[in-house]
């Protein structure tokens, strides 16, 4: 079954930065778009940002638009989160997940990775 | 302040029919496909129902979805204690130029 797995998450202060990796197995993931979405503590869920098949198409959250970068490799099958500027209301559990032929599609999900900014 | 808007909480009884309702505008709803999603307490977010009322395989066909103008609903029906989650909409918005989603119902089975 496919398999998706975070890791990077942990405790930055604040302004500082952290790259999230979600590792991807038992599929074809250079066919799939991917996004990344986050929730807070108690909290709904809010997607952060997609990337298409090629990685040439990237969109983001207002939220996070100008200090986080979405990529791809799709040689080793990963997906990356580049967070730069980190701020207390970013602390979340992030989650990757498969997209599909529509932009709100997310038919797999990884078990997340937790972010906490915090000094 | 979430773009697209549920209730916060939604109850039955085992056996009953619930609905949950998703309210959005003509950005998102109106003229955007909406999904599903179920997260179990302490899990990730599992695909409930897409492109407003299709179903995963897998997903029981207890679970219904509608889209009507920029409203839409989720209907659980048979209620069973293992459906007591939280249920979050979401769709496409033309104007963000991203996903907005709902802030989550959690459903309580009595």
């Known amino acids: 079954e496919v398999q998706l797995v975070e890791s990077g998450g942990g405790l930055v202060q604040p302004g500082g930065s952290l790259r999230l990796s979600c590792a991807a197995s038992?599929?074809?993931?250079?066919?799939?778009?991917m996004n990344w979405v986050r929730q807070a503590p108690g909290k709904g869920l809010e997607w952060v940002s997609y990337?298409?098949?090629?990685?040439?198409?990237?969109h983001y959250a207002d939220s996070v638009k100008g200090r986080f970068t979405i990529s791809r490799d799709n040689a080793k099958n990963s997906l990356y989160l580049q967070m730069n500027s980190l701020r207390d209301e970013d602390t979340a559990v992030y989650y990757c997940?498969?997209?599909?032929?529509?932009?709100?599609?997310?038919?797999?999900w990884g078990q997340g990775t937790l972010l906490t900014v915090s000094s | 302040q979430s773009v697209l808007t549920q209730p916060p909480s939604a109850s039955g009884t085992p056996g009953q029919r619930v609905t949950i309702s998703c309210s959005g505008s003509?950005?998102?709803?109106?003229?955007?496909?909406v999904y599903w999603y179920q997260q179990l307490p302490g899990t990730a977010p599992k695909l409930l129902i897409y492109k407003n009322d299709q179903r995963p395989s897998g997903v029981p066909d207890r679970f219904s979805g509608s889209k009507s103008g920029t409203s839409a609903s989720l209907a659980i029906s048979g209620l069973r204690s293992e459906d007591e989650a939280n249920y979050h909409c979401a769709a496409w918005d033309d104007s963000l130029s991203g996903v907005v989603f709902g802030g989550g119902t959690k459903l309580t089975v009595l």
């Open positions: 990337i298409s098949v090629s990685g040439r198409t990237t």
């Open positions: 997940a498969r997209g599909g032929g529509s932009f709100a599609y997310c038919d797999y």
């Open positions: 003509s950005s998102n709803i109106g003229s955007n496909y």
């Open positions: 038992k599929f074809t993931f250079s066919s799939y778009s």
